[in-house]
């Protein structure tokens, strides 16, 4: 997503950011926060898992070592554990690579993105999180944000098809 995109999205919804420019390019989330001099648990990272063109997304704090995707979507998405199994890990949304990947969208992604879940940590902590992008820049910035704020925002694009699941509670990750 442009920045700019993302401002004005931002101003609408009535949440704040910072912005965040790194000293380098970055591409995973043990890279961002060696760079930022944060924990990875202060970064969002964003999974998308496919299946025919329909991406579901999976985003949670980045020291969460595995997630059963499969037991997740069952649980919070509905899906039968044949469906379920039916989504992989490997492509992502139009308007992103690897590296840039977050909840906050466009709107070319967001057509093919049937669902959003949440993994939130216990409180309100600030999050450092991706804004999505193909190009080099998309590699070098963040913004980071209350994690109230990021959901928020998610909410407003994605409405009834956004789950939020508390880390606590929830059975299918583990901490790396």
């Not at 997304?57 to 969460?64: K, R």
């Not at 509905?78 to 490997?90: H, I, P, V």
């Not at 308007?95 to 949440?118: D, N, W, Y």
């Not at 913004?143 to 909410?155: E, G, K, N, Q």
């Amino acid at each position: 997503m442009k920045l700019h995109t993302f401002d004005e999205l931002v101003r609408r919804v009535g949440v704040s950011y910072e912005l965040q420019h790194h000293s380098r390019l970055t591409r995973t989330c043990a890279e961002k926060a060696s760079i930022a001099g944060i924990q990875e648990s202060e970064i969002l990272k964003t999974l998308y898992v496919g299946r025919r063109g329909d991406y579901i997304g999976i985003s949670l704090p980045a020291n969460i070592g595995t997630v059963d995707y499969s037991g997740l979507l069952r649980e919070t998405m509905g899906l039968s554990r044949k469906r379920s199994k039916s989504y992989r890990f490997g492509d992502v949304p139009d308007g992103m690579q690897p590296g840039t990947c977050g909840p906050i969208v466009t709107q070319t992604a967001r057509e093919s993105i049937v669902g959003m879940i949440l993994i939130h940590p216990a409180d309100d902590r600030y999050m450092d999180v991706s804004v999505g992008g193909t190009d080099e820049e998309s590699l070098a910035i963040s913004v980071r944000m209350r994690y109230s704020d990021i959901s928020t925002l998610v909410r407003s694009q994605f409405g009834d098809r956004m789950k939020l699941v508390s880390l606590k509670a929830f059975k299918h990750c583990k901490t790396a």
